[in-house]
């Protein structure tokens, strides 16, 4: 167990000597209620939202959500101060909030299937599976539909500007159902950081694997990184996995039918040198 300060006046935690994360606060699970009666988990998310664990989904970004009964049953939680794209041990930074503000809008005959975010910069598709290479599927699926509807383009030409434009994260591998999401620009002037190094970077520490299997990619690719953590910055194992959890960012490279690439990043700006 790790007890960590959050200085909200630098927005920053200090989670080892000369480690200090960004605070970025979002609501890991936030949804409606499912369209099936009875009691569930809260773990697995779904069409209805809750555990999607998006670290996108901050202050100023809107959530869209089909809603499946009357009155949608908003609900939320899980309460993060930031987290990292693979959130690889079940934990983000996590908290309680004292107040979360959300403004609810209706918005009638725009049917949707499936979740999807909207960023000042970008729209935001997710994919959700128990296996990531499904996830995959979804997700891309999720930005061609998108890309088409938005573009006003053919699905196969929207396939081809996703390779162009679109940057996929893995998102989770802990939730039962494991995210890919996938951001996508809404002008060619507001494109993510779609770096995808294979070694290290001026800004990244960088570890990468390449598998038929997308599972077995994001595992390799993330282990890499918590290893280097061991022996390169000589972090106890478990912080190590711990901060590989809250600050590494999991990046899908290409991906084919034979090969699946995993990049993840590590900021070299979250080391600080100590006075």
């Known amino acids: 167990m790790k007890y960590l300060y959050l200085d909200w006046d630098k927005k920053v935690t200090e989670f080892l000597p000369g480690v200090q994360i960004p605070l970025r606060p979002f609501p890991g699970t936030i949804g409606v209620a499912r369209k099936e009666p009875g009691r569930y988990s809260t773990v697995p998310p779904g069409e209805y939202a809750g555990n999607i664990d998006v670290r996108d989904l901050v202050e100023g ?11 949608a049953l908003l609900w939320s ?43 000042p910069k970008s729209w935001i598709t997710l994919g959700l599976d128990q296996d990531l290479n499904k996830a995959w599927d979804q997700a891309k699926a999720q930005t061609i539909k998108l890309l088409a509807e938005q573009r006003k383009i ?19 591998v802990v ?10 620009p ?40 918590i290893k280097w953590l061991e022996n390169e910055k000589k972090i106890a194992r478990l912080d190590a996995y711990g901060l590989a959890s809250v600050a590494m960012d999991c990046r899908a490279g290409a991906i084919s039918d034979s090969e699946k690439n995993v990049h993840c990043l590590l900021p070299k700006s979250i080391f600080v040198v100590t006075r």
Do not use: W
């Open 186 to 225: 809404k002008s060619p002037t507001g494109r993510e950081d779609m770096e995808r190094p294979i070694k290290e970077t001026s800004k990244y520490f960088v570890s990468h694997a390449k598998d038929a299997d997308l599972n077995k990619a994001m595992d390799t690719a993330s282990m890499g990184m």
């Open 77 to 119: 939680g899980d309460s993060h101060a930031a987290q990292g794209n693979g959130e690889v041990n079940l934990t983000a930074i996590e908290t309680a909030y004292k107040e979360l503000n959300i403004t609810v809008d209706v918005i009638k005959d725009k049917p949707l299937d499936f979740p999807r975010i909207e960023t």
């Open 154 to 172: 053919r699905p196969e030409q929207a396939e081809k500007l996703m390779v162009l434009i679109s940057d996929c994260r893995v998102t989770q």
């Open 61 to 71: 970004t809107a959530l869209y959500v089909p809603v499946f009964v009357r009155g």
């Open 175 to 184: 939730d039962v159902k494991k995210g890919i999401h996938c951001l996508n």
